[in-house]
């Protein structure tokens, strides 16, 4: 009984701490957006990695709406769908993917929305700049396919993957992805937070975790005093 109660004991407290790390990351998420959703920077030359995450930007470039991916798995309100990943092809030739919004599934796999975009002249883009989103398990990933028909659908794709669906070198597709202001044209539903839910839930459970600890302590030392007291 007290091996068992030391090990549950330490996976408790374990499981409470992971808890609170992840509530306190999500803090910091709130508090680099707030903070950075502010000032537009315009990108110029600069590589896309040195700048801070949710730096708000502002680009020139040309739409590739002929070739535009699909995440899946993006639930918005209960919903299941798609947020809509479209090429910028920048005045410097690199490339950057821009999260134009979330669509909803429409009920069969076989028929995907319309996302098509023919804008042909050069735009200004403003956004914010953003992480790929990240599988919690890697069975959850699945790449974007390297040929076939477009828009093409995709769950947690790697840079790396999505440069070669396009056809484009490694390097010149930037590593991550600028969300389309809600002001913007050619955007769907946006709405963009940190996280989709905040650190209190995070917090809540670290609280569950701990409580649980503190009543496993609770039973054992009762357990052993009646069992002296019988004795």
Same mark, same amino acid.
């Given at each position: 009984m007290t091996g068992i109660t030391l090990v549950l004991l330490v996976l408790f407290i374990s499981l409470g701490r992971w808890q609170w790390g992840r509530a306190e990351y999500k803090q910091q998420l709130a508090q680099d957006f707030a903070a950075n959703a502010g000032r537009v920077i315009a990108l110029d030359a600069r590589p896309v990695a040195e700048l801070p995450r949710y730096a708000r930007l502002e680009v020139r470039g040309r739409w590739d709406g002929t070739r535009q991916f699909l995440l899946d798995n993006r639930t918005r309100d209960g919903r299941a769908g798609y947020e809509v990943l479209t090429p910028l092809e920048l005045d410097d030739g690199r490339w950057l993917l821009v999260n134009r919004g979330w669509v909803p599934f429409g009920g069969y796999r076989d028929r995907l929305p319309d996302v098509g975009l023919d804008v042909q002249s050069e735009q200004t883009v403003r956004g914010l700049l953003d992480e790929?989103?990240?599988?919690?398990?890697? /069975? *959850?990933? /699945?790449?974007?396919?390297?040929? *076939?028909?477009?828009? @093409?659908?995709?769950?947690?794709?790697?840079?790396?993957?999505?440069? @070669?669906?396009? *056809?484009?070198?490694? *390097? @010149?597709?930037?590593? @991550?992805v600028l969300l389309l202001d809600e002001s913007s044209a050619y955007g769907y539903v946006r709405g963009w937070r940190p996280s989709a839910k905040g650190p209190e839930q995070n917090w809540s459970y670290a609280i569950q975790w701990w409580s649980f600890a503190v009543l496993l302590l609770v039973l054992y030392v009762t357990l052993n005093l009646r069992k002296r007291e019988t004795a």
């Amino acid at each position: 009984m007290t091996g068992i109660t030391l090990v549950l004991l330490v996976l408790f407290i374990s499981l409470g701490r992971w808890q609170w790390g992840r509530a306190e990351y999500k803090q910091q998420l709130a508090q680099d957006f707030a903070a950075n959703a502010g000032r537009v920077i315009a990108l110029d030359a600069r590589p896309v990695a040195e700048l801070p995450r949710y730096a708000r930007l502002e680009v020139r470039g040309r739409w590739d709406g002929t070739r535009q991916f699909l995440l899946d798995n993006r639930t918005r309100d209960g919903r299941a769908g798609y947020e809509v990943l479209t090429p910028l092809e920048l005045d410097d030739g690199r490339w950057l993917l821009v999260n134009r919004g979330w669509v909803p599934f429409g009920g069969y796999r076989d028929r995907l929305p319309d996302v098509g975009l023919d804008v042909q002249s050069e735009q200004t883009v403003r956004g914010l700049l953003d992480e790929l989103p990240q599988a919690g398990l890697a /069975a *959850g990933r /699945a790449p974007p396919a390297t040929d *076939g028909s477009w828009p @093409r659908v995709t769950a947690f794709p790697q840079p790396a993957e999505l440069a @070669r669906a396009l *056809g484009v070198e490694e *390097g @010149r597709l930037a590593d @991550r992805v600028l969300l389309l202001d809600e002001s913007s044209a050619y955007g769907y539903v946006r709405g963009w937070r940190p996280s989709a839910k905040g650190p209190e839930q995070n917090w809540s459970y670290a609280i569950q975790w701990w409580s649980f600890a503190v009543l496993l302590l609770v039973l054992y030392v009762t357990l052993n005093l009646r069992k002296r007291e019988t004795a």
